[in-house]
């Protein structure tokens, strides 16, 4: 079992910077391939970014790529993801999530096995 515990969500102004980070405990972090979604009101959950477990490989949405950056410390068992120059339209909670088969990094969310609890970004104008 896994459990994954997001933090770093804030109010924030158009164009400012955050780092979110996911904490993990259990066993075979480092086997993981891990990922962050978001869901804003009334929308579905949606892809941002996924890491592979070595963190060599890394997969983002073209809404976000070029302004987040997704990393991983395998010694600390946590993932982060840097988001620049944030809009209006990134305001969503926030999920981080777990594969635990570890083979490609995924962009639908059945894809992911273990989830967090979200944290809030609002992004205001």
């Known amino acids: 079992q896994v459990q994954l515990v997001e933090s770093g969500g804030t109010l924030v102004q158009a164009g400012d910077s955050l780092r979110l980070s996911c904490a993990a405990s259990g066993r075979s972090f480092s086997n993981y391939v891990m990922g962050w979604f978001r869901q804003a009101p009334g929308k579905e959950r949606e892809f941002v970014s996924g890491?592979?477990?070595?963190?060599?490989?890394?997969r983002y949405a073209d809404s976000v790529k070029g302004r987040f950056t997704i990393s991983r410390d395998n010694a600390r068992n946590t993932v982060f993801l840097e988001m620049n120059s944030l809009k209006p339209e990134d305001t969503a909670v926030y999920y981080c999530?777990?594969?635990?088969?570890?083979?490609?990094?995924?962009?639908?969310?059945?894809?992911?096995?273990?989830w967090g609890q979200g944290t809030q970004v609002t992004v205001s104008s």
């Open positions: 890491i592979s477990w070595s963190g060599y490989s890394t």
């Open positions: 999530a777990a594969d635990d088969r570890g083979q490609q990094i995924g962009v639908r969310a059945p894809m992911y096995d273990y």
